[in-house]
């Protein structure tokens, strides 16, 4: 459920945030949704730097499927114009909410508006291991410019496993 402080601070940016979150949507349960979206216009309100092409994470799309077509349902109303957006609309504000929280999953990006107390848009990666035998890396990259986090939760390292937050040439910017 999202927490009642994130939904007051989407609405100060509301119009832009439901167009931004719903053309993503819209991509993602297409046709194409399987390839990146390299051209992604974002809303003024955005803080931080999203790591283009958007590339969904094909698993976690799966699993998120029939939830990202009930928020389209729901949302597609409220996105066409056929009902008018309002930031006192807290039906509204908690599934855009609940629609920002698919998007950071499926995209692996967080998605942060101004007035957000929280880190800005970027790429992150949180992995959960209950034990590690050989290798991970949270994240790889020849160019992430910008915000990235990785955060990594391990039970137990084997003898000899490795664990990497983040290599590659050029992570921030």
Do not use: W
Not at 90 to 108: C, P, T
Not at 128 to 149: F, I, R
């Amino acid at each position: 459920m999202p927490d009642p402080v994130e939904i007051t601070l989407i609405s100060s940016a509301l119009p832009a945030v439901l167009t931004f979150a719903f053309q993503r949507l819209e991509h993602l349960l297409g046709p194409r949704r399987r390839e990146p979206e390299p051209d992604v216009t974002t809303p003024d309100a955005l803080v931080g730097t999203l790591q283009l092409p958007l590339q969904p994470d094909e698993d976690r799309l799966q699993a998120r499927q029939a939830e990202l077509e009930i928020l389209r349902d729901v949302l597609a109303s409220y996105a066409c114009g056929d009902v008018p957006v309002s930031s006192s609309d807290q039906k509204l504000l908690r599934n855009v909410a609940r629609l920002r929280g698919a998007l950071e999953d499926v995209y692996s990006q967080r998605l942060t508006f101004a007035g957000e107390s929280r880190p800005a848009s970027g790429p992150f990666v949180h992995q959960t291991l209950s034990t590690l035998t050989g290798e991970a890396t949270g994240m790889k990259a020849d160019e992430v410019v910008g915000n990235a986090q990785v955060v990594q939760d391990v039970g137990t390292v084997d003898a000899g496993a490795k664990l990497i937050g983040m290599k590659g040439r050029r992570i921030g910017g």
